[in-house]
């Protein structure tokens, strides 16, 4: 079984509606993190969580909530979805820093978002 | 914000070839990460390097931090099929940064 889990995976919606994303994680790591993917552009930080009911703004966080309930779970919501918003999104976890302050961090399988 | 710049940006190969990229920054880097992206799939953590000069193999894979701790390589000896899809590197600022930088991507597509 996958340690990161993401749902849906793919999902198509209009401009306005709300949509939420959802990331489970059976590694037991305080941390996640939800990154955007648009081609050209690598790996961009929206939010991220050090643990329940932390929340810190990542460098592209305009448009988007984040809510972090339990460790294994957190959840990226599109208020108002527009079509900029159509890229890959993934979740991600770590353990935290190591003794030396180094991360290294896991991604889910991500999820497609189509807003028309 | 502080980039990372991964070139080449794409790849066209034959199979059983080496391959080789690289990513670069002005800031100094306390760690580098590669990961490979298959299509429809999320990264996968290939390599961690932690300190410069280090030099880390993973079956036909080869990563080194370089000395200056502004740059980074991956090699691939023997191309094969499999190895096609993005990859990329991470990396972290300094001791305790918070957060990850990401390189742009290399694409590599291999012909059979």
């Known amino acids: 079984d996958a340690d990161v889990t993401q749902t849906p995976r793919n999902r198509i919606t209009k401009t306005g509606k709300r949509i939420m994303l959802e990331c489970s994680q059976t590694k037991g790591h305080d941390r996640m993190y939800w990154y955007r993917q648009d081609p050209g552009l690598g790996l961009r930080l929206i939010y991220y969580s050090f643990d329940v009911k932390d929340i810190n703004k990542g460098e592209i966080s305009d448009g988007y909530s984040v809510s972090r309930q339990a460790q294994a779970k957190f959840s990226l919501s599109l208020e108002s979805a527009i079509p900029n918003q159509t890229a890959l999104y993934f979740c991600?976890?770590?353990?935290?820093?190591?003794?030396?302050?180094?991360?290294?961090?896991?991604f889910g399988p991500g999820t497609r978002l189509l807003v028309l | 914000g502080q980039q990372l710049n991964q070139s080449p940006q794409s790849m066209f190969i034959q199979e059983g070839e080496d391959v080789s990229m690289n990513c670069t920054s002005s800031s100094i880097f306390n760690t580098w990460l590669w990961y490979k992206q298959d299509p429809g799939e999320g990264p996968v953590l290939l390599i961690a390097?932690?300190?410069?000069?280090e030099l880390t193999s993973n079956g036909r894979l080869t990563a080194q931090f370089g000395i200056t701790r502004k740059d980074s390589f991956l090699n691939i000896s023997a191309s094969i099929p499999s190895d096609v899809g993005i990859y990329f590197c991470?990396?972290?600022?300094?001791?305790?940064?918070?957060?990850?930088?990401f390189g742009q991507g290399t694409r590599l597509t291999i012909n059979p």
């Open positions: 991470a990396g972290q600022l300094n001791r305790g940064a918070q957060k990850l930088v």
């Open positions: 390097l932690y300190k410069a000069g």
């Open positions: 991600a976890t770590s353990e935290g820093l190591t003794s030396g302050g180094q991360e290294t961090q896991y």
